[in-house]
Every structure is written in structure tokens, then in C-alpha cells.
């Protein structure tokens, strides 16, 4: 079965970095594009970037343009998300996320908290 698990998350002041991770199992990783969302206290779930293949396309949320990098490696099957110049703002559990056959798969979440 389809698996997807976040890693990385934390406390982080503002201004600084952070690296978040995804490894997922049960599908064909190679196949499919790969999203990270993010949800925050109140407000509803945004799409923060994708990535279709490697060194391929990738798409950012205007929020975070600039700012984000996502990232994978199919041979991990991971992706990554590393987030730099974070606000407070961007405080929200991140998610990852993969969409097969019309089906969205989500991971548990991980917590980032942008805080000084």
C-alpha cells in the first residue's frame, strides 16, 4: 500500500532553515509527481510546491516562491522540501502528497513552528 512519511520538522527562528524530507513506499515513485501542502491552525490546506521528475518541473505556491526548493531522488524514493528565510508565517504541519488514479495519498504531517 501506498505510504508517504515526513520527516525534518522543528522549531526554527525566523530567518532560518530548515529541510524537510518524505520517503515513500508502494507505488512506482518514479511515475508520479510529487507535492508538498501545508496546513495551518484555522486555515485550509495549501499546496506549497511539486516537482514532476528530476531536475524536470517544479511549482511553488507565491508564498513561498524564492524562498523553497523542492527537491527528490528516485533512486531514494524520497522528496524533499528545504525551506530558507522562513517567517513566522509559515508555521503549519507540512504534508506530502502523491495523486494516483485520481486518489490523493497524504502522509502524516510534520510540524514546522516559525518562532523566536
Known amino acids: 500500500q501506498v505510504q508517504l512519511v515526513e520527516s525534518g520538522g522543528g522549531l526554527v527562528q525566523p530567518g532560518g532553515s530548515l529541510g524537510l524530507s518524505c520517503a515513500a513506499s508502494?507505488?512506482?515513485?518514479?511515475?508520479?509527481?510529487m507535492n508538498w501542502y501545508r496546513q495551518a491552525p484555522g486555515k485550509e490546506r495549501e499546496l506549497v510546491a511539486t516537482?514532476?521528475?528530476?531536475?524536470?518541473?517544479?511549482m511553488y505556491g507565491a508564498s513561498v516562491k524564492g524562498r523553497f526548493t523542492i527537491s527528490r531522488d528516485n533512486a531514494k524514493n524520497t522528496v524533499y522540501l528545504q525551506m530558507n528565510s522562513l517567517k513566522p508565517e509559515d508555521t503549519a504541519v507540512y504534508y506530502c502528497?502523491?495523486?494516483?488514479?485520481?486518489?490523493?495519498?497524504w502522509g502524516q504531517g510534520t510540524q514546522v513552528t516559525v518562532s523566536s
Open positions: 502528497n502523491v495523486r494516483i488514479s485520481l486518489r490523493g495519498y
Open positions: 508502494g507505488f512506482t515513485f518514479s511515475s508520479y509527481a
Open positions: 516537482i514532476v521528475r528530476p531536475g524536470g518541473t517544479t
